[in-house]
């Protein structure tokens, strides 16, 4: 079975995901999130990196994205290629990940996707407050991605909030669960939570 979390650019999907593997237990989950599949940027020059949009499908290998998930739904493994956010390129290495009851799937462009959509046995869709989210984001890519203010502020302007207006936001529509962003939700996950054990026992 697959699960779908989407929601815009640090509206806390990644941090919902986690809440979900954290208290059905990661024997049971396997964990995928879009941002593994941006494409090998190294054909490019560095300085050119920084002015591709990642907030629209064409950086994604939606491919491999699609044939992945569609390998993990009929029990094979796959190699997950790892990515390097502060160079925006594979690094050549993957992880093996082997198939488990239930795929959870994380990424802003994800319901975008009808192919996508299409393989999902539910879709929960992370509503924040614009404000936040790039508060939020300044915060990760200057702590965790090697970026500096102006970068960040660069590519939300240019890129992050137009494509998060045309292509995420509108997205919402798709979703079977709307949880908000903005503060703990510790109730609705725990409702979602105990749908998921029971579809698993």
Not at 16 to 32: C, F, P, Q, T
Not at 102 to 120: H, P, T, V
Not at 122 to 132: A, S
Request: aromatic share 8%; charged share 25%; glycine share 4%.
């Amino acid at each position: 079975m697959l699960i779908g979390v989407c929601g815009g650019s640090a509206s806390g999907k990644t941090t919902i995901a986690k809440k979900i593997i954290d208290s059905v237990g990661e024997e049971n989950i396997v964990y995928l999130q879009q941002d593994n599949y941006y494409h090998d940027l190294e054909h490019l020059p560095e300085h050119s990196r920084h002015h591709i949009n990642f907030d629209h499908p064409d950086s994604l290998d939606l491919e491999l994205l699609i044939k992945h998930t569609q390998d993990l739904l009929e029990a094979k493994s796959i190699a997950q290629p790892i990515y390097d956010f502060s160079k925006h390129t594979r690094t050549g290495k993957f992880q093996t990940i082997t198939p488990k009851p239930i795929i959870l799937l994380d990424g802003l462009l994800i319901f975008s996707e009808q192919r996508l959509r299409d393989l999902m046995k539910i879709k929960i869709f992370v509503d924040t407050d614009d404000d936040l989210r790039f508060i939020r984001r300044l915060q990760r890519d200057i702590a965790e991605r090697g970026r500096d203010k102006e970068s960040v502020i660069y590519q939300y302007l240019t890129y992050v909030k137009p494509m998060h207006n045309k292509l995420v936001a509108p997205s919402k529509q798709y979703a079977d669960l709307i949880i908000s962003g903005n503060k703990e939700n510790h109730v609705v996950v725990n409702m979602f939570v105990a749908w998921v054990k029971s579809l698993i026992s």
